[in-house]
């Protein structure tokens, strides 16, 4: 399946062959119209709303709204309420904190007026369906890998879930369930031509999906880091390593960022962008790792919770954050505010970006990271890096 994007084209392929409309991933599950496909296929959002008026099985409010009761009446008021999945892309997620947590929810301040500490609402991207074979946790928060029972087995939890969550109370058989996980896994994606420079695999350059079938995924095949924060295989993405020495300018920037990305510190004992991203030519963590998100920042659109923590390392602390993310399935106060790292193939055509939506550009990623971890990035290093990532 080829998709489109401002940067070119994506290309999904499928190492399990094709399949119908009457597959369980894309066949409607129960009475509210949804797929497993209305949230994890690529789709414009905006326009799926206007040409339904906001009707379409995407926009439900216990979920694709900013609270379970704002007013759906019109269609002005549904714009209001699906404001976070049309400008951001952001399904509500509601949970508990866990009885045992070391923290619990001191104050909450949600302008929607239905976040509690009973329920969060807590404001995600949905994670792509694809390049599954490369994760090692499920989940932005990794509730459904926090058992130890293998990738698959988490897959087929997430999958019943999902179903239950976001169908409403459909209920998934094993087969159902088994096929979904089959065809998932069986998903790989990745640009495949860039505007800018054609297609992605031209010049003994190896970009696009084809690599993606034979390349292998070990688990914690970069787990440990050298004295300089780098992974031992410093070169995590080789993809452009040929167009080092292009006559084309544009093909020369892609792998500087390639270089940037593999190597360059950030900051004192940082580490490297493929420290963190780590698997080999994917960038997803082949450890299965949480790190500190972006949850802490301001956001006046969603809602902010003042945690208190009151037992454990961090006793007396107060934290606040927009998603407590790993912590609020750990119930850690120091896991508060982490997120698994995705994987990067595919970036162009996934935009907003975080687990929140709150970057509209891969300018806007960079900027960020350049920001946080005072790296020190020169413009053109920007531009290397953003033209790099564009390409994945």
């Not at 923590?309 to 119930?331: E, F, I, S, Y």
Request: proline share 6%.
């Amino acid at each position: 399946m080829a998709a489109p994007n401002t940067d070119g084209v994506a290309i999904t392929l499928s190492a399990g062959g094709g399949v119908t409309a009457e597959h369980p991933f894309f066949r409607a599950l129960g009475s509210t119209g949804r797929a497993c496909a209305t949230c994890h296929v690529p789709a414009e959002v905006q326009r799926r709303f206007e040409t339904t008026a906001g009707l379409d099985p995407l926009f439900r409010p216990h979920d694709a709204a900013v609270s379970p009761r704002a007013d759906v009446s019109t269609r002005d008021a549904r714009r209001r309420a699906y404001a976070l999945l049309l400008t951001r892309g952001l399904i509500r997620v509601g949970l508990p904190v866990p009885a045992e947590a070391e923290f619990e929810v001191a104050a909450v301040d949600d302008p929607y007026g239905f976040a509690s500490a009973t329920e969060l609402s807590l404001f995600r991207r949905p994670l792509p369906a694809t390049n599954l074979k490369f994760v090692t946790s499920v989940m932005w928060d990794g509730r459904e890998s926090h058992g130890r029972r293998g990738v698959v087995a988490d897959l087929l939890a997430q999958a019943a879930g999902a179903a239950s969550t976001h169908g409403q109370g459909v209920a998934l058989d094993d087969e159902q369930r088994r096929v979904i996980v089959d065809f998932e896994r069986a998903l790989l994606t990745a640009q495949s031509h860039d505007c800018r420079v054609g297609a992605l695999h031209d010049g003994r350059a190896t970009g696009g999906p084809l690599g993606l079938a034979g390349q292998p995924f070990q688990f914690a095949i970069n787990s440990v880091l050298d004295q300089t924060g780098r992974p031992p295989t410093r070169l995590v993405f080789t993809l452009f390593d040929a167009w080092s020495e292009s006559p084309d300018e544009t093909r020369r920037a892609i792998a500087r960022g390639q270089t940037l990305f593999n190597e360059r510190v950030l900051g004192p004992r940082r580490g490297t962008c493929s420290g963190c991203h780590n698997a080999p030519n994917v960038g997803s963590s082949s450890t299965g790792a949480f790190y500190d998100g972006v949850a802490g920042e301001p956001d006046p659109a969603r809602a902010l919770y003042t945690l208190r923590c009151v037992r454990g390392p961090m006793a007396g602390r107060t934290l606040r954050t927009t998603d407590p993310g790993w912590g609020l399935v750990t119930g850690r106060c120091v896991d508060v505010g982490r997120f698994k790292v995705p994987a990067l193939r595919g970036l162009a055509g996934r935009a907003p970006y975080f687990h929140n939506g709150s970057a509209a550009t891969l300018d806007d990623v960079v900027d960020s990271y350049d920001r946080r971890f005072e790296i020190g990035l020169r413009p053109a290093e920007k531009q290397d890096l953003v033209a790099f990532l564009r390409a994945l």
